[in-house]
């Protein structure tokens, strides 16, 4: 397969990115309603799945970065804490 775990071009991105649609479907499947114990383990592997494939990617690539990658997520993190705090607290 094209860019799968044995590849010699960008060995790994094919799987990276079906466990990350994987997580997708499974976070679609709360969202949408089924918001059991169950689905949250589910969501938890599939997590897991994904964090391998990361894993897996950047350390068969060479060009990519491990400390690019936890710049821009150490922004993003910053953003969405400071969106977070923002946000009126509900009674309760």
Not at 14 to 37: F, H, P, R, T, W
Not at 78 to 84: E, G, N, Q, Y
């Amino acid at each position: 397969m094209a860019y799968g775990i044995t590849s010699k071009e960008r060995p790994g991105l094919a799987k990276l990115a079906e466990e990350c649609s994987e997580v997708a479907q499974s976070a679609a499947k709360i969202i949408g309603g089924c918001d059991s114990a169950d689905q949250l383990a589910h969501l938890e592997e599939e997590m897991g799945d994904a964090y391998a494939a990361l894993r897996f990617f950047i350390d068969n690539n060479p060009d990519i970065s491990w400390n690019r990658i936890a710049n821009r997520a150490n922004e993003k993190s910053i953003r969405w804490d400071a969106k977070r705090s923002r946000r009126p607290v509900a009674n309760g």
